[in-house]
């Protein structure tokens, strides 16, 4: 039994492949303590109720609301944000394919919508596009980019497929 | 949300001893963390479960499905036992939320969702949270009850409970004196005056599996059908569960249950009374639509939901009745 | 030389004349037929990369050293006299830098009934009373929750039929009664009595559209922030120039001495233009603490004060011939303001412009309620009032028993009946002509006789369409500058601002195409207002229409300015100069790049300023367009599911078919969230906003969209002004929820007549249908 709190309690927390300390009361969530205690503010704080998805992160592959996670509880786990997705400063494909087909306006939903498509695509390399439909259902965008984000993804699958196996990537 | 001290624990049986009224578990933390953030609960203490790794499985055996209390949601629609032979259950976890709330809320925690009335949810000091008056009756009542079952006009609002009924599912509970088995359909009850809740769990008591009897026809089929008023990611404004022995049009031990029309899912019996072993046609399907609703006495801005609860049970009667095979 | 001119500004539909200074020589339009290289072609946004990999800072992600965070108070009464408010318990907290009341609020008057930065009079449930100011936002909100506040409570009305009555509670004191202005306001051509006399035909109709809420993802707020006496303001905004000149202004600095910086914000919609007691009190808190103050709402608040498109009641009568002919068009509209109205939204404009008619006459009353203010919200009124019109078009055409779009095709307007101008272009039939072909509009009328056979299925389809007019052709003032770097990359700057419209893409292509460049060699900053000269705010669709004449302006400047200098240096007459690609030629003769030319030169940096010309006198500048929809009702749920959209609208030249596709796909779905989901649910007699929040405010998800087909119609309107590109913000969410309306009227065969169409309203229908 571990007992921590009321009070800030210093925790080690895997980033994006870093590690990270940071002092937090148990209370906090992943999203608050991303942004205000590590400055990665990718994540964005929208609805703050697990209503929208513009916070999603990943957390060991799976994608969650950082919103209704507390950070606390993350310790030990592998979490990634939109800042860990691209490698060494050149956008992952799936990042690519959102800028190709416009699938964002503001851009504030964007990261969420992305990191969702990416732990859609680990579980489900090809999907159908009724299964991007209800796979990037938890991300609602208000700026209603959603036709270009189901075409992303599908794109994105469709590369990733061409790009895994080399050689046998039929051209349309 | 008020501060807490965040207790981590390696086994179910070790939060017995540390639960009370102001101590309590955290799972998934969907329901609990909106909850604490609004102020409407404040613990003292937390006691996350999560690392008791020992409350997530699915477990499929000769008497049926065992279910950990930590199974999410996701595991449940994904299952393909539970998609097979238990498929109510997993088109309701599916329809359930969004994928990143079914990634993370467990099947324990939503069967103890609390109810998603705005006034509960709200500012307001309603009856469910110990005031004098339910706000809902007056008030904005489109997502609220038909049925009446207490003082409180909030429906019940997660989806796999409702299949769970119909399935005969039992809960396993751990408490001070040791364990209790206890039907879901027993378990969910209206709120009363000394009890304003919408279930029998005690204050130091712990949900630990699910346990969903098999059937012992092997013709049982099983749907559950929801009406939202978006395309996804909405409660239900009503939806139906339905198990039956299914051959050609005749359906044999049928249960029919209703969600989101009272503090509780509540079982047709009238209805499964009525289409039990009889060739099921459109007009006795009509029937079993009108008897689901006969005693509902709508509110002010719900009455919908009457004529959508006949159409949902009609459709799930129908729909099963076409899965014969 | 600048040139001082006057000119006609149409935002919205409220008209202004404006000052502006021009400078250079206004540039001869880009022709319909202009070889053009890179504006016009489908261009990925050149901040895509920003927006998608986290990198771009909205003015939420402001984190600056030694910030801190404040939080809104607000109030839980609906109308009310504030007496105490204890805050000892909430000073106590540790973190607690300040608390700001109404008691220690500065004394500076906001907004149009001239209240103060923290009002003590409460009318409405969610104003901001006071303001907590912690180390932490956790902190904040825990002293938040103990300041005690001692309400006098009045009585109040948020329902806007019950605060029309006579005898109604009102809800600012100091006005004869609930009406903005204190009556309707009338608008009138021709003889409306005489135009139904004249009828053969009167079709009337009742509709209801509800209160819908913005929800802009990033909610409204700002970062103050001082270093000695400058102030800079980030703020989520769309017109940073405008929260300078509020933000001086109502703090008494030298515009010199402040910034105000928007450089990606998260949604707005029209709701976030400046004004905002937020801005003063931010800077206000930000000087006594002597560190940077966050300032943002949260959900609730931002759902509860920011702003909502307010829920209307309007009764269209419209009187015709036999033929369809319209001779009178009467039009009756309430529009919910909420506490504070300082405009009426033009409900009655689609009435009054959309089809000929000599005689029109229109009442339009803004009522005030104990809730939360309107604000602008994407085309507001027009998406409203063209709900009720193309209702009544469609119940004339069943009347007169007509086919819908041929009633529509029969009063196409010949000129802007606002002002008896022509129009500069107006292409409407060329819009009904192609989205007819491609939603299949024949089928609506077989469908008609089909309709008995079909209507024992689970599923009935429909469809229906609704036309669309609006401005959007922009005007002065707005300015950009151009910077040519010693490495041949060019940089312009301008203080318009991107709200994901894709403004910043657009501008480069057009700085591109004139200089010359490859769009790669071009960057664009905005919003900042010490990164370039002014830009109008962005609303009413006028940001392409001003803007990219402005720029195109400021790199004409920039290029003959090269041109010069490379005519000087290689002696070649400047006239023979062409810049294509990057690279620079006299005639076909390649001379060098324009890189190795400013290479060259070492550390020197060519200029270009430039600025949208005057707004044509003789012709309206309006665009145009039409949506069909199709649906499918399913009879067992009442849900209505959009199958196919199709979108033909007119904006002029289009400068970037993929950002104008986002932008039409993007009306039409939040005019289908209006049309389907969105409404705010208010209990009138608590005076509650149930729902300020995105659980049960249910804006449309990805499982909701369905197939959308934007044809491009792609006409410059050469008359506009010199790109003959126009405005595409507003004019996709016009027709959206009218024409979906207009569809479940044909599936189901009886009018749903209030908005949204939701399941339960369609069971109820269905119910009436049956018994």
């Known amino acids: 039994m571990i007992e921590h709190g009321p009070q800030k309690t210093a925790i080690m927390l895997d980033v994006n492949g870093l590690t990270q300390y940071v002092e937090i009361e148990p209370r906090r969530t992943l999203l608050d303590t991303l942004r205000i205690d590590l400055g990665l503010t990718g994540a964005k704080l929208v609805c703050n109720m697990g209503n929208c998805g513009a916070c999603t992160v990943l957390v060991d592959g799976v994608a969650v609301y950082s919103c209704l996670t507390l950070a606390i509880e993350c310790e030990g786990k592998r979490i990634t944000t939109i800042e860990g997705l691209s490698e060494e400063g050149s956008l992952h494909p799936l990042q690519q394919a959102f800028v190709q087909h416009d699938a964002l306006q503001c851009g504030f939903c964007t990261p969420g919508q992305v990191l969702a498509a990416h732990a859609l695509l680990e579980r489900n390399p090809q999907p ?10 938890g991300n609602l965008c208000r700026c209603g980019a959603y036709r270009g984000i189901v075409e992303a993804v599908l794109t994105a699958a469709k590369e990733q497929a061409v790009t895994s196996k080399p050689g046998s990537g039929k051209t349309a | 949300m008020q501060p807490f001290i965040h207790i981590d624990i390696a086994s179910a049986e070790e939060v017995i001893p540390l639960l009370d009224a102001r101590t309590r578990p955290l799972a998934g933390g969907t329901d609990m963390l909106p909850l604490m953030k609004e102020g409407i609960v404040a613990p003292e203490r937390l006691i996350n479960l999560k690392r008791a790794t020992n409350l997530r499985y699915i477990r499929v055996a000769d008497d049926g499905l065992h279910i950990g209390a930590l199974t999410t949601l996701d595991d449940l629609e994904r299952h393909p036992d539970v998609r097979r032979d238990y498929t109510a259950l997993a088109q309701a976890s599916a329809l359930a939320a969004s994928p990143q709330l079914r990634n993370m809320a467990t099947i324990g925690g939503n069967i103890l969702q609390q109810v998603r009335c705005w006034y509960y949810r709200g500012d307001f000091h309603c009856w469910l949270k110990g005031g004098d008056l339910c706000h809902a009756r007056d008030g904005r009542n ?32 751990i408490g001070p004196q040791g364990e209790r088995l206890v039907s879901v359909a027993e378990f969910l009850q209206p709120p009363t005056a000394q ?100 005693d509902a006495a709508p509110l002010e801005h719900n009455g919908y939901k009457l004529p959508l609860t006949r159409n949902l049970v009609g459709q799930a009667l129908r729909d099963l009745r076409g899965s014969s095979s | 030389m600048p040139k001082v001119i006057k000119t006609t500004i149409n935002v919205e539909g409220r008209v202004s004349e404006k000052f502006a200074i021009v400078e250079g020589v206004e540039l001869p339009p880009w022709g319909e037929n202009e070889e053009l290289g890179i504006v016009g072609y489908p261009t990925p946004r050149i901040d895509g990369a920003a927006r998608v990999s986290g990198e771009a800072r909205y003015t939420y992600d402001v984190q600056l050293n030694g910030m801190v965070y404040a939080r809104m108070v607000r109030a839980k009464a609906v109308s009310a006299m504030i007496g105490r408010v204890d805050v ?132 409204h707020g700002c970062v103050a922030h001082w270093e000695g006496d400058q102030l800079t303001i980030y703020e989520s905004t769309q017109h940073a120039f405008g929260v300078r000149e509020f933000a001086a202004k109502k703090l008494e600095l030298p515009l010199s001495k402040v910034r105000a910086v928007g450089t990606y914000m998260g949604g707005g919609f029209g709701a976030k233009f400046p004004g905002n007691a937020y801005t003063i009190i931010a800077a206000t808190l930000a000087k006594r603490l002597r560190r940077p103050v966050h300032l943002m709402y949260d ?33 009756n509209g309430i529009s919910e303001g909420g506490a504070a109205m300082s405009w009426i939204p033009m409900l009655e404009g689609p009435a009054s412009m959309m089809y000929r008619c000599p005689n029109f006459r229109s009442e339009t009353t803004g009522v005030l309620t104990n809730l939360g203010p309107m604000a602008a919200f994407r085309a ?58 491609a939603i299949g509009w024949e089928r609506r009328n077989q469908r008609d006789q089909a309709t008995a056979a079909q209507s024992n299925g689970r599923y009935r389809r ?15 003032p707005a300015y950009a500058e151009m910077l040519l770097n010693s490495d041949g990359t060019a940089t312009v700057m ?36 010490l990164q370039g000269p002014f830009g109008p705010g962005s609303g009413g669709s006028i940001t392409t229409g001003s803007m990219t004449p402005a720029v195109r302006s400021a790199a004409n400047d920039l290029r003959n300015n090269l041109c010069d200098i490379v005519a000087q240096m290689r002696d070649v007459p400047q006239e023979e100069i062409e810049i294509r690609g990057g690279v620079i030629y006299r005639r076909d003769e390649e001379l060098a790049s324009v890189k190795d030319v400013m290479g060259k030169l070492g550390d020197v940096m060519l200029t270009g300023t430039g600025s949208r010309g005057p707004n044509p006198d003789d012709v309206s500048v309006v665009t145009s367009g039409v949506q069909f929809a199709e649906v499918e009702v399913d009879t067992v749920t009442g849900q209505v599911k959009v199958l196919k959209i199709v979108a033909a609208h007119d904006s002029g030249r289009i400068m970037n078919p993929q950002t104008f596709n986002s932008q039409i796909y993007g009306g039409i779905i939040q005019g289908l969230g209006l049309a389907l989901t969105e409404q705010r649910v208010v209990d009138t007699g608590r005076g509650a906003v149930l729902n300020p929040n995105l659980e049960f405010y249910k804006v449309p998800t990805v499982a909701d969209v369905p197939e959308i087909e934007n044809i491009l119609i792609d006409i410059p309107d050469v008359k506009a002004n010199s790109t003959g590109a126009k405005g595409a913000g507003e004019p996709g969410i016009i027709p959206t929820a009218a024409a979906i309306a207009n569809a479940v009227a044909n599936a189901l065969g009886v009018r749903i007549a209030d908005l949204p169409i939701t399941p339960g309203r369609v069971l109820e229908a269905l119910e009436r249908e049956s018994s």
């Open chain 3, 380 to 437: 507001p009124g027009f998406v409203e009032g063209m709900v009720g019109l193309e209702a009544a078009m469609d119940e004339l055409a069943a009347k007169v028993d007509m086919d819908p779009l041929e009633l529509r095709r029969k009063n196409i307007p010949d000129t802007d009946q606002l002002d008896d101008k022509p129009f500069s272009s107006f292409p409407v039939a060329e819009c009904y002509r192609r989205g007819a072909a």
């Open chain 2, 195 to 294: 009890r304003r809740s919408l279930h029998g769990l005690g204050p130091n008591e712990l949900i630990i599996e699910v346990h969903v009897p098999k059937s012992a026809a092997p013709a049982q089929r099983s749907i559950y059908l929801k009406a939202m008023d978006r395309a996804t990611w909405a409660y239900a404004l009503v939806s139906v569960a339905v198990t039956a022995e299914v051959a050609a049009d005749v359906l044999r031990n049928v249960r029919i249950v209703v969600g989101a029309v009272a503090n509780t899912p509540m079982r047709a019996t009238t209805a499964e009374a009525l289409i039990e072993g009889q060739s099921l046609t459109e007009e006795l399907i009509r029937e079993a639509g009108r008897a689901a609703v006969a």
């Open chain 1, 128 to 137: 159908t596009e009724a299964e991007v439909v209800e796979g990037m259902s």
């Open chain 3, 462 to 476: 429909g469809i229906g369409m609704s036309s669309q007019i609006w401005w959007g052709g922009g005007g002065p």
């Open chain 2, 142 to 173: 489109e997502y609220h009850a038909i049925v009446e079952q207490s003082p409180c006009v909030a429906v019940y609002p997660s989806d796999p409970p409702a299949a769970l009924i119909a399935l005969d599912a039992r809960l396993r509970i």
């Open chain 3, 88 to 219: 000892a318990k909430a000073k106590a907290v540790r973190g607690v830098l300040e608390i700001m009341t109404p008691e220690n609020a500065p004394e500076i008057k906001m907004g149009s009934d001239q209240t103060h930065l923290l009002s003590s009079e409460v009318r409405f449930a969610g104003q901001p009373i006071a303001v907590v100011v912690a180390l932490d936002p956790y902190v904040a909100a825990d002293a938040a929750a103990l300041i005690e506040v001692h309400y006098e409570e009045r009585p109040f009305v948020a329902d806007p039929e019950a605060a029309l009555a006579e005898d109604a509670v009102k809800v600012q004191a100091n006005k004869p009664n609930n009406l903005l202005n204190g009556k309707p306001r009338i608008k009138e051509r021709g003889d409306i009595q005489a135009g139904f006399a004249e009828a053969e035909v009167v079709a009337e109709v009742r509709v209801t559209t509800p209160t819908a809420l913005h929800n802009a993802f990033e909610t």
């Open chain 3, 494 to 529: 301008t203080g318009t601002q991107d709200l994901g419209t894709g403004t910043r893409t657009i501008l480069a292509q057009v700085a591109a195409e004139e200089l010359g460049l490859p769009l790669e060699h071009v960057n664009v900053t905005v919003g900042d207002t």
């Open chain 3, 299 to 331: 959900r609730e608040g931002e759902n509860l004060e920011a702003g909502n498109r307010g829920r209307t009641i309007q009764r269209v009568k419209l009187g015709a011939k036999r033929d369809g002919t319209l001779t009178a068009i009467e039009y």
